[in-house]
């Protein structure tokens, strides 16, 4: 069992940042893929950004790619997300997740185990 809590949301101009985090309690937090996905108001939850377990791989979204970083401090029991250059279109509620990584690897939403409660990101223009 795995339980996520995420913090670093906030208000923040176009072109700003913000750092999001997500503590993770329970054992063994480096056998478990993280990713962070997005839902803005209307829209469908939305991948953003994946890291294994060891850190050694990660992947983006295509619309985040080059602006976002995905990183974890398995010490922690910590995974980032740092957000640049921000825009308008980035505004949503970010969740964080956690799939076991023996289960293989993955983007979709439906196959993560495990959510945090959200943290709402704001970008104005």
């Known amino acids: 069992q795995v339980q996520l809590v995420e913090s670093g949301g906030g208000s923040v101009q176009a072109g700003g940042s913000l750092r999001l985090s997500c503590a993770a309690s329970?054992?063994?937090?480096?056998?478990?893929?993280m990713a962070w996905f997005r839902q803005a108001p209307g829209k469908e939850r939305e991948f953003v950004a994946r890291?294994?377990?060891?850190?050694?791989?990660?992947i983006y979204a295509d619309s985040v790619k080059g602006r976002f970083t995905i990183s974890r401090d398995n010490g922690k029991n910590t995974v980032y997300l740092q957000m640049n250059s921000l825009k308008p279109e980035d505004t949503a509620v970010y969740y964080c997740?956690?799939?076991?990584?023996?289960?293989?690897?993955?983007?979709?939403?439906?196959?993560?185990?495990?959510w945090g409660q959200g943290t709402q990101v704001t970008v104005s223009s």
């Open positions: 329970g054992r063994l937090f480096s056998s478990y893929a």
């Open positions: 890291i294994t377990g060891t850190g050694g791989s990660t």
């Open positions: 997740a956690a799939r076991p990584s023996i289960l293989g690897i993955t983007t979709t939403a439906s196959r993560y185990d495990y």
